[in-house]
């Protein structure tokens, strides 16, 4: 086993040969061959605070549901996920990115357009893959710091969970798409902080109320846009395990929460708050502009310009902002900041603090899962709807 250590996070694009999309591929200088990876671990240091809980007495409650929820509901990447179902027609989407009229996305061949779109596809999906792994992480830490027994059977259920959300994206990159790009600097920021802060409720904030609320949100627009059956499927497992992930921390945090005192309720607040400005970071794909040769701060203010993007950004936070204001982190001081951009309207709609237990406990059904579940896209439509008609009846 050849471990390289290394205190930066690889920067370059790996291709899988192989894979389900078919592509040549082309000689990319910042190719990273199989032959030049064995293992490649970045090092994190964390003054961890951890604890043992000898009372073994388990409670009756609803994170011991949840806990019994997650061993229920297991399944497999290789068995619950028919993974030989050809690939469908390959999606581009310029208008949605507001590329349309983008002179330098105009001036690509239309070989160089697929390939931007196969690039574009691969830097979403491998931000999940990534996503997964630093959840993988902060779920392992949390079997040690969280202070009660229940939550440390519900942290190793949900570690085994992150694992196949792990292995499920990484499969579906390696086998299907063929392309892996690296973390985006924003999202790795974020895990950072997340994994190196000793405080166990620092780690169920920024993890399982920012980041997974967000990831809700965005694999629910995933499954709505992609062509790809295999990656609904996939996405519609993972969703079901997130969905329990963030009901979780809503319901440790929110009863946690209140025996703070006020200034580290701040504290909290203001860490929430910062999670959630660089999480509108990471959303746009700069990554794959500075591999096209693109000016990437020209192209980055082009596509969040658009609709679509400008929208889709705030729209992602609809499950974080009411699951804030229900722990009670939405404080005075915070507000204003969040109202500055544009996500404060979202503090009372439904929170994941209250259970459908009836929701939670579906059974594995991949068939039914292609016409569940409330969409972000017809709620994005409705607002389109609404933007068009303003700008019609202005003009
Ligand atoms: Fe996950
Ligand atoms: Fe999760």
């Known amino acids: 086993m050849k471990v390289e250590w ?89 208008e949605m990115m507001n590329l349309h009229d ?136 993972v969703t079901r395990d997130e969905a329990r992930h963030v009901t979780f921390g809503v319901n440790y945090l929110e009863e946690f929460v209140k025996t703070l005192s006020d200034e580290e309720r701040e504290e909290r607040a203001q860490f929430a708050y910062e999670a959630c400005a660089i999480s509108r970071e990471r959303l746009v794909a700069t990554d794959v502009f500075r591999h096209f040769g693109w000016d990437v701060e020209e192209a980055r203010k082009k596509v969040l310009d658009g609709f679509v993007m400008s929208t889709f950004r705030n729209l992602l936070f609809q499950r974080v902002i009411p699951n804030l204001n229900r722990i009670g982190l939405l404080t005075d001081k915070v507000r204003p900041k969040f109202e500055t951009l544009g996500i404060l309207d979202y503090e009372n709609l439904a929170t994941d603090g209250d259970i459908d237990w009836s929701e939670m406990e579906r059974p594995l059904d991949t068939q039914e899962a292609q016409a569940y579940e409330q969409s972000m896209l017809a709620e994005f439509a409705k607002v389109h709807e609404a933007e068009e008609s303003k700008t019609s009846s202005a003009a």
């Open 6 to 94: 290394t205190e930066q996070t690889p920067r370059k694009i790996q291709r899988y040969p192989n894979a389900d999309y078919p592509h040549d591929n082309p000689d990319l200088e910042d190719v990273l061959t199989s032959a030049d990876v064995d293992h490649v671990a970045e090092i994190f240091q964390t003054p961890l605070t951890g604890s043992f809980n000898w009372d073994y007495k388990i409670q009756d409650d609803r994170i011991k549901k949840l806990y019994d929820l997650g061993k229920q509901l297991n399944w497999d990447p290789e068995m619950d996920i028919d993974w030989d179902r050809p690939w469908p027609v390959e999606q581009q989407s310029p």
């Open 102 to 237: 983008y002179e330098p996305y105009l001036a690509m061949d239309e070989d160089t357009r697929a390939e931007f779109w196969l690039h574009m596809n691969a830097w979403s999906l491998s931000q999940f893959l990534h996503g997964e792994q630093g959840a993988l992480l902060v779920a392992s830490q949390l079997c040690s710091c969280a202070p009660t027994f229940n939550a440390k059977l519900y942290a190793a259920s949900q570690t085994f969970d992150e694992a196949r959300h792990v292995e499920v994206f990484n499969k579906y990159l390696q086998t299907r798409i063929g392309m892996m790009y690296p973390i985006n600097t924003h999202l790795k920021s974020i895990i950072d902080k997340i994994l190196t802060d000793p405080r166990w409720d620092m780690k169920f904030i920024g993890m399982q109320i920012v980041i997974e609320g967000l990831a809700l949100s965005a694999f629910a627009t995933a499954r709505e846009t992609t062509p790809d059956p295999v990656l609904k499927d996939v996405v519609y497992l």
